[in-house]
């Protein structure tokens, strides 16, 4: 079983629909979590920390339940320019202190 | 401006060449990384130094070694290269300490093939 799992996708959405991904992790005690967006054939690049008690920053929001050992990204109002792979991220401290990356979700946007 | 910078973006090498991929980060950072990336499979890490001439094997070190002279700079090293090692590299730095994901900075990537 891999550390950190996503569905592939594609995601395929109109604009303007809402979205969201899960990322399941298996380490209980990882400790920081994130979303990184990757456009094709670039670097993965931080689009949002995800914190305990859920946050947003504008149309994406990000929750964490630790009991179920998931993440999920919400985005709201789709853009063509969303359209991307998303990595779910996970950090556990007890393992070396390494960074575990998912396979990534990906979405496309369509018009 | 943070940057990591690799310089060779696009490659092309025969099987059983000796390879060389270089990263340099421009802030001062103590720790880099080398890792691959293949579809579905994410980012895998190949080796991390946490300082100078200091080096500790990721997850997939296996036909791969690292270099670290200088604090700024940090060579991937394929020693016979093969096909299965057809992929994009990513280098990546962060400030010592304790790695997370916010504090991360990726280069460009490097996509090679081995034919």
């Known amino acids: 079983r891999k550390e950190v799992e996503q569905d592939p996708g594609p995601f395929n959405v109109p604009e303007g629909a809402t979205v969201a991904f899960n990322c399941t992790y298996s380490?209980?005690?990882?400790?920081?979590f994130f979303w990184y967006r990757q456009d094709c054939r670039k670097e993965p690049k931080l689009l949002m920390s995800?914190?305990?008690s859920g946050n947003e920053d504008g149309r994406f929001t990000a929750q964490l339940n630790r009991a179920s050992q998931y993440i999920s990204l919400l985005i709201r109002d789709s853009k063509l320019s969303d359209s991307a792979t998303y990595l779910c991220?996970?950090?556990?401290?007890?393992?070396?202190?390494?960074?575990?990356f998912g396979g990534g979700t990906r979405l496309m946007v369509k018009p | 401006d943070v940057k990591v910078t690799q310089s060779s973006r696009y490659l092309v090498k025969r099987t059983g060449e000796k390879v060389f991929l270089e990263c340099v980060q421009d802030?001062?950072?103590?720790?880099m990384f080398w890792y691959r990336q293949d579809p579905g499979l994410g980012l895998r890490l190949i080796y991390f130094?946490?300082?100078?001439?200091?080096?500790e094997k990721g997850d997939i070190p296996e036909g791969y070694s690292v270099s670290r002279e200088k604090k700024e700079r940090f060579s991937l090293i394929l020693e016979s290269a093969s096909t299965n090692q057809t992929s994009m590299y990513l280098c990546?730095?962060?400030?010592?300490?304790?790695?997370?994901?916010?504090?991360?900075?990726f280069g460009e990537g490097s996509w090679l093939t081995v034919v």
């Open positions: 991220v996970v950090n556990s401290h007890n393992a070396g202190n390494m960074l575990t």
């Open positions: 380490n209980s005690a990882s400790q920081s």
């Open positions: 990546a730095s962060s400030p010592g300490g304790t790695v997370s994901g916010n504090t991360i900075y």
């Open positions: 130094s946490y300082d100078v001439k200091m080096k």
């Open positions: 802030m001062d950072h103590e720790n």
């Open positions: 995800v914190y305990s």
